[in-house]
């Protein structure tokens, strides 16, 4: 009960400062995601297991939507949540992804102070309006969930859903695959004005707080939000919606292309794998050409260091020429001269593969792989996994794993003078024990993203999202570029066999841009605020990006979308738009594109 008394008194003290403090502040840009239970890492890093809360951080790390994350199961919520040092408000929304109705009375009360005098806007989605105070500020009840097959339908043509109906769920596809039906949450409107209806029951809700404030619920099954463009783009306007603006980045017919293999050595020693590497005349003619022609970025994925039987050590991949057992010549000498090639015409970013593509241990039982015939032991698949010892079926250690790690990146920037920023495991073999999982490992070695065959995943000082994860429900959409392996087969090895395929990829896709890795990794590293001083009538936004991360976005012109709310659009007395100091334009009524020239690794956004 003291507890409780103690909270709300602090919480008190804060609102009388903000009572007196004077001048109107443009709400900062960044998200409050409050959870529950979801995140099961209890260190609060890995994110795992492909829940709506996984999908909800992949999407705003993809838009660089800046967010927090409020896990209420480790913490106890307190009014200094929602304060800065100054008492000004921390964030813009709290997007509420809180399941049951299990929250304590004196919590529900902090989030209706934060949402009636904070204005701090609220978001809501699928069932996380269980708890009686979420209701009341959303201005609905919840009644249940069941199973239908309507359709999600726009009503009216307010901002939140223009232009997207007027149905929402186009495609008819369920959950389940088969039938074309979902679960739908069931309100009764006692305040909130309906957006969306889905067999003539509220699906999609907005009520006004302020005149600043909003409290918007986004119905629907709570996995069914990531399957649907119109649904995945109601979320992203309810942020607009919250603050008034967004600076978000979109993907809409982009192409995130890579090719792995180049200096992996099992091409000279796996049977079944086995192929010459590619020399610099076939990489100018069948990837560098084709690429200048369309303009087009391929990611590399480069392995380093190459096992040599006969020294039983690893050398330098770029240093070998010689003829393997199988009789084929091998000149990775020549191979090098291609990838400088196209490093130096800018069409070839150059990431990790790894260290070696090869097993840690090649002595112990079932080896040695030293020695062993190229049709025994040697042919054995599970040798050519560097991160899982598929041989043995057992994790590697944490420590050799981060070894190999930092050899790969020491040895690219050795060979290339590149710091990779994206990491693909061999084989996409991964260890996964919460003391030796790759994806964390990589992301505290500085590694930026995690590239599967079918998809990525965000790796960060601040948290790793483990693969695969909710991506591939939304690949090649506004929101996730498509991230596609290289024709014919996504290695080196499909150009040895099939020559010409590769630069068909441009007939298949003739409408899209073909950016690099590195690009994507830049915006997901972005880090965008609110500058002190923003005040009603001048919002002013710092656009920052890290020289590691962000290299792409230093190197050559960057580019965003600037949204603003009807609500907001009618407060303004002036559409000028200031970039880095300088006047570029005026404000249109829906996006408007922002431009930020190479070299800085700061910029600006004004809007006066």
Known sequence: MLLKLAKRTLFASFLFFLSTYGTTQVKPYRVLLVISDQWKDPRSFLLSGGSEFQTIVTMFKSWGIPFDILRLD???????????????????????DVPGNSLSASDQALVTEAVEKLHISLIAIGD????????????????????HSSHQMVEGKLFLLRGLGPDLRPEGRSRNGSYDYMHRVQVELTGAQPLANSGGMPEITEQKISDDTRATWIGGHIDEISRYQQLRTALRRAVTEAIGYALVKTWTNDIVMFMDDFGAAHNAWSEHWRHPELTQEEIERYTIEPLKAHHAVLSLNIVPGFVDDAQRRTVPTWHQQFTDEFGTKQDYVSTKKGLDEGIAAGVFEIESHGW?????????????????????ERAEDGWYREFYDAGRDKEIPAAEQKFYMQQSRDWLKAEFGIDPLDFVAGGSSVSKGPDKNTWRLAAEEGYGYELNNLDGTYLGKDLAVESPGPNTDFLGSDDVPLLLPSPPDGHDRGITDDPTAFAKVFDKYPDHHFVGLDEYIGYQHADI?????????????????DPHYCRALIAKQSDWNLHVSDWMLAKMKSSAIWVDGKKTGVLHQEWTPILFTAGAQTHTLDLH
């Open 529 to 545: 605020r609110t500058l002190p001083g923003s005040g009603e009538d001048d919002l002013k936004l710092a656009i920052n990006y």
């Open 74 to 96: 480790q913490t106890i919520m307190d009014p200094n949540q929602f304060t800065d040092f100054d008492g000004h408000t921390r964030y813009c929304a709290i997007l509420w």
């Open 356 to 376: 070696t593509h090869m097993q840690p241990d090649l002595t112990s039982p079932p080896g040695p792989w030293w020695g062993s015939g190229i049709s025994d």
């Open 128 to 147: 996380r309006v269980q708890q009686p105070e979420i209701q009341r500020l959303l201005g609905i009840r919840y009644k249940g969930e069941y199973e």
